[in-house]
């Protein structure tokens, strides 16, 4: 997979004859299945897989874009559309990353989500829906919304993980 993403890079046509759609989604899921654990918080269920398919070539030139793009952040701050935010408490990216979602999007909600990692839809599938249900139809959502700049429970930079 390192090699097909080095040589993507430099030719991507070539990548995608050497090897196609179906051959790397497949090593692409297979890698990612095994990074779950990494995912959710310790001591909670293992994830599975949902059942579509991921894209290892659409999430491969996503990144390379993003990489050569410019910054969209000084445009997003004068958007004023309401955005809603969830993080899971046991998430890998920063908190960094994540505050700084809240301070581009100036009409945000952020929701801090206990007992979910990064993928919450898959984690907390009931909490993840209720919030989102609740935020799209202007209702009280199940969790209270996280207006501090600094992460719950008074970690600096770390991700957030459970201790104990």
């Given at each position: 997979m390192i090699a097909l993403?080095?040589?993507a890079g430099i030719n991507p046509d070539a990548a995608h004859a050497?090897?196609?759609d179906r051959e790397a989604d497949a090593r692409f899921r297979d890698m990612l299945s095994a990074s779950l654990p990494a995912t959710t918080c310790p001591g909670r269920p293992a994830l599975r897989m949902p059942a579509n398919?991921?894209?290892f070539y659409v999430n491969l030139f996503t990144i390379q874009d993003a990489a050569?793009?410019?910054d969209p952040r000084p445009r997003l701050r004068g958007v004023r559309v309401p955005t809603l935010i969830m993080r899971g408490e046991c998430d890998y990216k920063t908190w960094e990353v994540t505050y700084d979602y809240r301070r581009t999007l100036p009409e945000s909600s952020l929701v801090y989500v206990p007992g979910a990692g990064h993928a919450i839809a898959m984690d907390r599938p009931e909490t993840y829906l209720a919030t989102l249900r609740g935020y799209l139809l202007d209702r009280p959502l199940p969790l209270p919304e996280y207006t501090g700049s600094r992460p719950p429970g008074?970690?600096?930079s770390a991700p957030l993980r459970?201790?104990?």
């Open positions: 993403d080095l040589l050497l090897v196609g398919r991921p894209g050569t793009l410019p008074g970690g600096v459970r201790t104990g």
